[in-house]
């Protein structure tokens, strides 16, 4: 009697199969990317209100505080925040800047560099590590603008000489949403009288 061997039929994938696995992997894919995408706007958003709240906190204190105020940034932790000129502890010693206590600082997100920000005062690049961008008492404060660059995108705040309230501007808009409308002189226009 002759035993025949029966080897085992090797099985692949089907075409249908592979589709279905393709398919799955895709939108796994795409849901971690979203997901990643939208943690990181919601941390610069974060931010973002935070550095506003910092400048609000820059012009009450340029205005109102009796020793100057500055905004600074530490690049080896990525924290930016308001400090304070305090007085010498002895005649003849330096007076030093130190964290402003009652302003809390503000933590820059993890996935960004110190050449992801950028701070102008009146037009000009400040190197805020390096230099406190100060604002002494009784003195006119500069136009401040602070830059975010991230993923293509630039936020930027923009604190007015005269303003306690940054106004935000994201070159990120897309052209679907809203855009400005252009003022209107009704009196020029012959339409002063109209009902609004």
Request: glycine share 6%.
């Amino acid at each position: 009697m002759s035993t025949a061997r029966v080897h085992p039929v090797a099985r692949g994938f089907t075409l249908v199969e592979v589709i279905v696995a393709v398919t799955i992997m895709a939108l796994l894919v795409s849901m971690v990317a979203m997901r990643i995408s939208g943690t990181r706007d919601q941390q610069v958003s974060v931010t973002v209100d935070q550095l506003r709240d910092m400048l609000m906190m820059y012009a009450i204190r340029s205005e109102h505080a009796p020793e100057p105020v500055a905004i600074s940034m530490d690049s080896n932790n990525m924290i930016i925040g308001l400090v304070r000129r305090e007085p010498a502890a002895y005649e003849g010693g330096e007076s030093q800047w130190n964290r402003d206590p009652v302003v809390p600082w503000v933590n820059l997100p993890e996935f960004m560099v110190p050449e992801d920000i950028e701070v102008l005062a009146d037009g000009n690049w400040i190197d805020i590590v390096e230099w406190p961008l100060v604002a002494m008492p009784g003195e006119n404060r500069p136009a401040i603008e602070i830059n975010l660059n991230f993923d293509g995108r630039v936020i930027s705040l923009q604190l007015s000489p005269h303003s306690l309230y940054a106004t935000r501007h994201d070159s990120g808009i897309t052209n679907s949403e809203v855009t400005p409308r252009d003022p209107v002189d009704l009196d020029q226009t012959g339409r002063w009288q109209e009902d609004w």
